[in-house]
């Protein structure tokens, strides 16, 4: 097989930075569109905000291990 030529070899670099840059190009554009996505919903949660006001959680419990199976039995541990 025949020897590559530095041109030849420095074209094909040139199109691998290419398609690098058209990968890239391609990235940022999704990065963009996420970003638009991400400032609308945060446009209409602040909106929602505004017009009912926060939740009020204190009424609220968190989550444990005990309540999250559905298994809030105190007698469970007593045998």
Not at 26 to 48: H, P
Not at 49 to 62: F, H, M, N, R, V
């Amino acid at each position: 097989m025949a020897k590559k030529n530095k041109a030849q070899e420095d074209r094909e670099g040139q199109n691998k930075i290419r398609k690098a840059e058209r990968k890239l190009a391609a990235a940022l554009a999704d990065v963009d569109k996420a970003r638009a996505r991400v400032a609308r919903r945060e446009s209409k949660l602040s909106g929602l905000l505004q017009k009912y006001g926060s939740a009020d959680t204190s009424s609220i419990e968190p989550e444990t291990d005990e309540t999250a199976d559905g298994n809030n039995n105190s007698d469970d541990a007593a045998g």
